[in-house]
């Protein structure tokens, strides 16, 4: 076996997604910590409109794919109110639960689908790319 089977792809992107998660969860709590709260009328400028809008378009389509990947409605609302509130620190502890969800064994792509028979079915296609 080569050096690129002694760590599993999955099990990297598992401390990666974590690691991403627990610094976006400081940074929000140094910067409320030093300069308190983000809602304030002085901070309401074209760049932050701006920002607002590109954060908001973000969510609509991390969302979507969360509400592909969940099974309920319920899970599927509240995965999309937490990624309203808490940015991408939610989208990194969502996509570090559904990596440890998956085998090590397994590709890392297979996170972006829903269901254990669509990961299994495009395993036994040799390229995923052939599906017709």
């Not at 976006?24 to 074209?46: E, H, K, N, Q, V």
């Not at 991390?62 to 969940?70: G, K, L, M």
């Amino acid at each position: 076996m080569g050096m690129e089977s002694s760590i599993s792809r999955v099990v990297v992107a598992r401390v990666a997604f974590l690691t991403m998660g627990f610094i976006m969860l400081i940074t929000l709590a140094y910067t409320i910590y030093i300069d308190g709260s983000p809602f304030r009328t002085d901070l309401l400028t074209p760049w932050m409109d701006a920002t607002l809008i590109d954060f908001y378009l973000n969510v609509a389509a991390i969302a979507t794919w969360v509400c592909y990947r969940e099974s309920t409605w319920i899970g599927a609302f509240t995965w999309t109110v937490l990624l309203i509130c808490f940015g991408s620190m939610t989208t990194c502890w969502y996509i570090a639960i559904q990596l440890f969800k998956m085998s090590p064994r397994d590709p890392l792509y297979f996170v972006l689908l829903k269901e254990r028979h669509a990961r299994w079915l495009s395993s036994q296609i040799s390229d995923p790319c052939e599906i017709s």
